[in-house]
């Protein structure tokens, strides 16, 4: 089966400058020449956890496979060089399967410039799971890191957050080029992408940076699909509940440092919407302040992967 | 979950040169400067078809999922630079899973030198699956490929074959210095490492080479296991059957020019043996000549991934 799928992406996956062998040997060989710093990501997808593969399309699915990995060199500010493609497909089906997943992820990945360079396929008798691993470049801005936020540094998210679930979680376009352009244009303290919630993956970047964060709760931008999930579960959670918990939005909260925040807030250089919810602060924790100016501590409510 | 195994990780993952920024933020960023040709190789392990997990020790399959990856590298005489391991646990005791599975592999990349740079670690309702995805520099010497066997070349494997699901699957020793040391001292023209099987593999080195391959079958080292496994089944097949089509043996299957083959069978440079089983002839496909002289078509017996 594994020969056919190969036999059928050779003719489906464009040359790649960078790709001195690819698809049907042992490895792929890539030519990294002039790349310094190198980012590699792993991020593995599974049926019933990140998707269900019963009710969506597969091309949605492997698109988002794709999706999610280009988000976290977006978290890194780095630029998508190759990746590879590790399926475990349900025997029954799997070929289809097979070309219905590469179906929705190779346009992402000419769209973002990412050699497929090679992969390994497998049937069993559980069900689909999906695991790419990417390579990029950190250009000479250098890595956006979880670990550089400092105090009084200005917390900027891109897009709006809550109830991904709906749809948005597939859909969803990683903010490869936001990221370089901010990076390129601004001084950019921190970064990381929004899988886990807004409120939990601040929080991981406070930890990393060792300090604190507030956020305040009217400034966060509520997706709409937060305000329909709230109506359609009405279980007594808000849109805000759903923007800081939900997860899967991913989009970019950044550490920036107050004039360039200033400047990237008045420019709004991308197609996204920039907003500042917060800022960093010495007291460990995550903080929410609301308009009246009462601070609590805020318990970081995004679902972690258990 | 995944937090507290990063924590345990960067506990026992030792500093690497490599490694500028490693575990824990949304990807690990590596100093590739100087590799000019990278190579990449991904592989998938899952319960129930590449191991047994209610039947061996969790530790011998992290290694197992290491090693399949090293003899990967290996078989395209790649040094190991960095890897990065994702895991699908199942919900009931993944964390002491991953534990375990990391026990496994890690003294294996000290060994060999590789830098395990990151990771992702996931919980689900299904069985385990591993993947790994290896970084590897092609030396000075070049690239080891499938594709540059010419009619005239002989045929020379490392160790011996068939019978590895007796123990060596999990247990093998990935033949990365091997096959870098012969890339190193002769000219060597194609290689492969026998995943799935003897004269599958050496089918696949002739298909991309367009040319064909003569197995004398006197000369295939059959391994012990094999006629332990010959005698346990008792079902007609012999050693030699066992030895041509089980696969997961992880040796090498080299195509080297004439003279080097000669010089390499009377210097035996390697721990392990090295023997010639045959020669690449012009015309297609796959053959077996007995001692007798008789020639006729072999089948491909390894078990392909189906």
Redesign the interface.
């Known amino acids: ?3 056919e799928l190969i036999a059928w992406l050779r003719g489906r996956v464009p040359p790649h400058p960078l790709v ?2 690819g698809l ?10 002039g ?10 997808l ?4 990140d998707f269900e593969l019963s009710r969506v399309d597969p091309r949605r699915v492997g698109r988002k496979a794709l999706a999610a990995n280009l988000s ?2 977006a ?2 500010a ?1 630029k998508p060089l ?1 990746g ?5 497909l349900p ?1 029954q089906g799997g070929k289809e399967l097979a070309v219905a997943l590469y179906e929705g992820l190779l346009p992402l990945a000419e769209k973002y410039g990412l050699a497929v ?11 689909l ?1 999906i ?1 790419i ?1 990417l ?2 470049k ?1 250009t000479d801005c250098g ?1 956006l ?3 550089g936020a400092r105090p009084g540094d200005h917390i900027l998210v891109t897009g709006a957050f809550g109830g991904s679930i709906l749809g948005r979680h597939l859909d969803f376009e990683p903010r490869v080029w936001e990221s370089l352009e901010l990076n390129a244009r601004y001084k950019l303290h921190a970064g ?2 929004v899988s886990d919630g807004l409120s939990c993956d601040l929080a991981h970047v406070a930890e ?1 940076s060792h300090c604190g964060a507030v956020i305040d709760l009217d400034t966060v931008p509520v997706a709409d699909d937060a305000r329909r999930l709230a109506g359609q579960l009405a279980d007594g959670s808000t849109p805000l509940d759903h923007a800081l918990g939900d997860g899967e939005d991913f989009e970019l909260i950044l550490a920036v440092p107050p004039a360039d925040a200033e400047q990237m807030l008045a420019e709004q250089p991308l197609s996204v919407r920039l907003t500042e919810i917060g800022q960093f602060v010495a007291e460990p924790g995550l903080w929410a302040r609301t308009a009246a100016g009462d601070r609590r501590r805020l318990d970081p409510r995004g679902w ?3």
């Open positions: 089966m594994e020969a001195r062998l049907g040997d042992d490895a792929a060989v890539l030519n990294l020449d790349v310094r710093d190198c980012v590699v990501t792993t991020d593995l599974s049926d019933q956890v976290d060199l978290a890194m780095a190759a590879v493609v590790a399926l475990l025997r360079a090679g992969g390994d396929t497998n049937c069993w008798d559980g069900p799971a695991n691993t390579l990029g950190v890595a890191k979880r670990s990381i992408d990393e972690e992967h258990k």
